[in-house]
C-alpha cells in the first residue's frame, strides 16, 4: 500500500513501540486514541500482520515524543547542526513549529471544478539533517511527492522540492495565513494521453489537521460534504495575493 514501510523497519519500529510502552506502563489503547488511529490497525501492525504506514508512525512519533524510524548514518547530518546552505541554513528549533501533518488542497487536473485532497507529512530529518515532506493518501500513487523542505531567510518563503531522477516537482508556499494555511503555487507535470506529460501549475493549501473542522480526502465534487470550504480556501489563495497567475488578454 501507499506509503508502506518495509517488513524489516515495520519490525524495527513495532518493537520500538512494544518496549516504549512496558517502560512507561502505557496501554495500546491509549496510544491507539493519542495517534488517531484505530486500535485493530495498531494491533495489526504490532503483531506483523500488515505493515506500518508512514503517517501511522509519523502520529505515533508525536504521541509518545520519540523517533521511531531508523536513521541512515551513511549520510550523516551537517557538522553545524544547520541544514545545507542550499536549502537555507535553517537549524531544526527554529522550523520545528512546520513539522506535523497537513491535508494538501489543490485543484484536480482531471475534473475541473473539483478538488483534490490528500495529506502531506513535514517531519525532520536527522540523516541528512534538514526537514523532508512525504505525500500520502493519494488516490494516484505512482505520482506521490516526497523530498526536501527549502526554507530561505531571504524571501521568507517555504519550498516543497521533488528532485526525481532530475525530475522536479516545486510547491512554494508563504508563511502560515492566520488559520494555519501555507499558501502558494504548485508547478508540475501531468499525466496527458499515452505517455506524455505536461507542464502545469495550479493554487495549493497546505492546512495543519489540527486545525480543520472536518476531514474528506480523495477528489472532493460540488455537493459533497467539506466541498465548499475546500473551494473557498483555494479561491483565497488568489484572492488574497498569496499567488498570481496572470493571463494574457487576447488582442482585439
Not at 522540492?161 to 532530475?166: I, K, P, Q
Request: proline letters at 6%; charged letters at 25%; hydrophobic letters at 40%.
Amino acid at each position: 500500500m501507499e506509503g508502506d514501510l518495509g517488513a524489516s523497519e515495520s519490525g524495527t519500529v513495532s518493537a520500538k513501540v512494544r518496549e516504549e510502552l512496558a517502560r512507561r506502563r502505557l496501554s495500546r489503547q491509549w496510544l491507539a486514541d493519542e495517534a488517531r488511529i484505530s486500535i485493530s490497525t495498531l494491533e495489526k501492525a504490532l503483531s506483523g500482520r500488515r505493515p506500518f504506514s508512514l503517517g501511522t508512525v509519523v502520529r505515533m512519533e508525536e504521541a509518545l515524543g520519540i523517533t521511531l524510524r531508523s536513521v541512515d548514518r551513511r549520510s550523516p547530518a551537517s557538522p553545524t547542526g544547520l541544514a545545507p546552505e542550499e536549502m537555507g541554513a535553517y537549524a531544526r528549533v527554529g522550523v520545528s513549529w512546520l513539522e506535523g501533518e497537513y491535508l494538501t488542497l489543490r485543484p484536480s487536473f482531471g475534473e475541473p471544478g473539483v478538488v483534490y485532497a490528500y495529506e502531506t507529512f513535514i517531519t525532520w530529518d536527522d540523516a541528512c539533517g534538514c526537514l523532508r515532506f512525504t505525500e500520502a493518501a493519494r488516490l494516484d500513487p505512482d505520482f506521490r511527492q516526497e523530498g526536501f523542505v527549502s526554507f530561505p531567510n531571504l524571501s521568507g518563503h517555504i519550498y516543497l522540492v521533488t528532485n526525481r531522477a532530475g525530475q522536479y516537482r516545486l510547491a512554494i508556499l508563504g508563511r502560515p495565513s492566520a488559520n494555519g494555511a501555507m499558501n502558494g503555487v504548485l508547478t508540475t507535470l501531468v499525466a496527458g494521453k499515452g505517455s506524455q506529460l505536461t507542464p502545469a501549475a495550479a493554487p495549493i493549501s497546505l492546512v495543519p489537521v489540527a486545525r480543520v473542522d472536518e476531514l474528506a480526502l480523495g477528489l472532493v465534487r460540488p455537493g459533497d460534504r467539506c466541498y465548499e470550504p475546500y473551494r473557498e480556501r483555494l479561491e483565497r489563495i488568489t484572492d488574497a495575493g498569496y499567488a498570481a497567475f496572470p493571463i494574457l488578454s487576447k488582442a482585439i
